[in-house]
């Protein structure tokens, strides 16, 4: 089994940055990527960003690009979301995942998911 836990969400006003981190723990050898989805309320889940584990080759979400970065430390199977020029519609529950599958698009090529942390982004 592996654990997900993220952490780092909080209020922010529309421009800043934020920072989410996420480590995974258990049977660590079994995922090789690693991504962010986000869930707004009455929306689908979204793919925000991924990363594969053993090259570090990231994909990012349309609406991401050029404001989000991922990035990850393999010693410590956590990956980490840089968040900058923030918006009001990047609010929104932001969940990590871990999985076998790369490129790690669709939700379904993640076995192991997080809880979530909230981020909201205000005027």
């Known amino acids: 089994q592996v654990q997900v836990v993220e952490s780092g969400g909080g209020l922010v006003q529309a421009g800043d940055s934020l920072s989410l981190s996420c480590t995974a723990s258990?049977?660590?050898?079994?995922?090789?990527?690693m991504g962010w989805f986000r869930q707004a309320p009455g929306k689908e889940r979204e793919f925000v960003a991924s990363?594969?584990?053993?090259?570090?080759?990231?994909y990012y979400g349309d609406s991401m690009k050029g404001r989000f970065t991922i990035s990850g430390d393999n010693s410590k199977n956590t990956v980490y979301l840089q968040m900058n020029s923030l918006k009001i519609e990047d609010t929104a529950v932001y969940h990590c995942a871990a999985g076998s599958t790369p490129p790690g698009w669709s939700p379904d090529e993640y076995d192991f998911w997080g809880m979530g942390t909230q981020v909201t982004v205000v005027s």
């Open positions: 258990g049977h660590t050898s079994t995922f090789y990527v």
């Open positions: 990363i594969t584990m053993s090259g570090g080759t990231r």
